[in-house]
């Protein structure tokens, strides 16, 4: 069963606190992506990662860092620093850089 | 500046009849764009994909028109289906710093009417 999971669906944290979101990809892809998504909004790039152990900013990486280690792997984490950490959270994956992408279920995050 | 944009943000159409989902892009020189769907709390799925040298592709009930002389894409679903009711969104792949990455319309929100 291939695709993209992320985890948790739901995730709620208090300001001040850094929190990490999960994306596993066992499509073999080299390249991987995280996006943000408010209410009645499109898709805003954070991070992009070409390859393992590279990773570039998108439009909006201030408060957030990743980490590539593993093909399979793109951790999000959010930090203190992020103004407004509340939003929908997704993870993308595509055989390289270029092509269509696949998205994963994403994950909530509320910070109270 | 750049940018991909929808020209309406809601479409109804009754179940049965075919839908037309408009985008407009600006910048000329990108070369592929892509039609994707988005159900409540889910994330993104893709439709269907078309390269500018290209000016219609068809999938499965969907079609996708490519303009660039006016610089608009279309999605047309074909006998719309309850189950076409969601957020559809055009992104647009343009180069940047030697890069290419997405750029996503806000999105139209579909409903059939039973």
């Known amino acids: 069963d291939g695709g993209i999971t992320q985890s948790p669906k739901y995730l709620f944290r208090k300001e001040g606190q850094n929190v990490t979101l999960s994306c596993e990809q066992n499509l073999n892809h080299d390249a991987m992506y995280w996006y943000r998504q408010d209410p009645g909004q499109g898709l805003r790039l954070i991070y992009y990662?070409?390859?393992?152990?590279?990773?570039q900013k998108g439009d909006i990486a201030e408060g957030y860092s990743v980490s590539r280690e593993k093909k399979e792997s793109f951790p999000l984490t959010v930090t203190s620093a992020q103004k407004n950490p509340t939003a929908f959270y997704l993870c993308a994956s595509s055989i390289v850089l270029g092509y269509e992408q696949y998205f994963g279920p994403g994950t909530r995050l509320t910070v109270t | 500046g750049e940018s991909v944009g929808l020209h309406l943000p809601t479409l109804s159409v009754q179940e049965g009849d075919n839908s037309i989902i408009n985008c407009a892009y600006s910048n000329s020189a990108s070369d592929y764009f892509i039609w994707y769907k988005q159900e409540s709390g889910k994330g993104p799925q893709f439709i269907i994909d078309?390269?500018?040298?290209?000016d219609k592709r068809q999938g499965q009930r969907v079609t996708v028109l490519l303009n660039k002389t006016v610089k608009h894409l279309s999605l047309q679903i074909a006998a719309t289906q309850p189950g076409d009711s969601a957020v559809y969104f055009c992104a647009e792949m343009k180069r940047f710093r030697g890069n290419e990455k997405l750029t996503f319309g806000t999105g139209t929100r579909l409903t059939i009417i039973p």
């Open positions: 078309i390269r500018s040298n290209m």
């Open positions: 990662s070409q390859i393992v152990n590279d990773f």
